[in-house]
Nanobody, 116 residues
Framework: QVQLVESGGGLAQPGGSLRLSCAAS????????MGWYRRAPGKQRELVAT???????NCVDSVKGRFTISRDNAKNTVYLQMNNLKLEDTAVYYC??????????WGQGTQVTVST
């Protein structure tokens, strides 16, 4: 079992910035992947960005150049720095942890609202 504790999120204006953090604890293993998904109102959950424990990054095209994912392996923590936020970034953001042969764990979700 892996437990995920998310922090960050909140309200920002268009063009503003927010930072999300997610700390993992429990059966972490030596290789894993952490990242963020989001669900906007009326839409399906979508991948935002993921990063493996050896640094491989994957992210959706709509956030490239604006969002940066990083992690601190010593703290088992993943970060999502979100810059130049847009109205369409409004969603509930979920932290995800994946480990081979063990599957996914999910955080409780944190609201990000971009509004004028």
């Amino acid at each position: 079992q892996v437990q995920l504790v998310e922090s960050g999120g909140g309200l920002a204006q268009p063009g503003g910035s927010l930072r999300l953090s997610c700390a993992a604890s429990g059966n972490i293993g030596s290789f894993n992947q952490m990242g963020w998904y989001r669900r906007a109102p009326g839409k399906q959950r979508e991948l935002v960005a993921t990063i493996t424990s050896d640094g491989f990054v994957n992210c959706v095209d709509s956030v490239k150049g604006r969002f940066t994912i990083s992690r601190d392996n010593a703290k088992n923590t993943v970060y999502l720095q979100m810059n130049n936020l847009k109205l369409e970034d409004t969603a509930v953001y979920y932290c995800n942890f994946w480990r081979p042969l063990h599957g996914d764990s999910w955080g409780q979700g944190t609201q990000v609202t971009v509004s004028t």
